[in-house]
């Protein structure tokens, strides 16, 4: 399956992490969201759209490309992200990217999260949070993810 795996990774290269485990497994292309050609996303069957969290949401380049695109009919896409915070019951930090995948005719095949070195604002002071993530179990988890992907037709 062609993949492509488009993702921003601004502070500390934990989004980096998750996306190069992911690329390799499945043996996809890796580009920042400066770097994709529109014209030539219809030669892929699948896309990844990953970033870290910033203020509850996907990076604002990623929205900005989405907001670019033309409307696809079925095309796969998945979603990851990482983030100072542990998304799960009211923060749903991938629900705003879903969205708006979804209006541009994405089908979402699968969405992966996990914790990331987060040193925004105060917390820097006192060395950040979640220090040494994403560690080789949450590595273990996206090559997981990943290999999860691959049983999807």
């Known amino acids: 399956m062609k993949t492509l795996?488009?993702?921003i990774s601004i502070h500390h290269g934990n989004t980096e992490k998750i996306a190069k485990v992911m690329a390799n497994v499945?043996?996809?292309k890796l580009l920042k969201p400066y770097e994709v050609n529109i014209d030539a996303l219809a030669e892929y069957e699948l896309i990844g759209f990953g970033s870290g969290i910033y203020f509850y949401k996907h990076h604002k380049n990623l929205f900005d490309l989405?907001?670019?695109l033309p409307?696809?009919?079925n095309k796969k896409?998945?979603?990851f992200s990482t983030s100072g915070l542990?998304?799960?019951g009211l923060l749903n930090f991938n629900k705003p990217l879903r969205k708006k995948l979804l209006g541009k005719g994405f089908d979402i095949i699968g969405e992966f999260s996990c914790l990331g070195w987060d040193t925004i604002s105060l917390l820097k002071l006192i060395g950040g949070m979640n220090k040494g993530r994403p560690n080789k179990k949450d590595l273990k988890k996206a090559e997981d993810f990943a290999?999860?992907?691959l049983k999807i037709k």
């Open 77 to 79: 896409a998945f979603i």
């Open 5 to 7: 795996i488009i993702y």
């Open 147 to 149: 290999k999860s992907l």
């Open 86 to 88: 542990r998304q799960g």
């Open 26 to 28: 499945l043996e996809a």
């Open 71 to 73: 409307n696809f009919k």
């Open 66 to 68: 989405i907001g670019k």
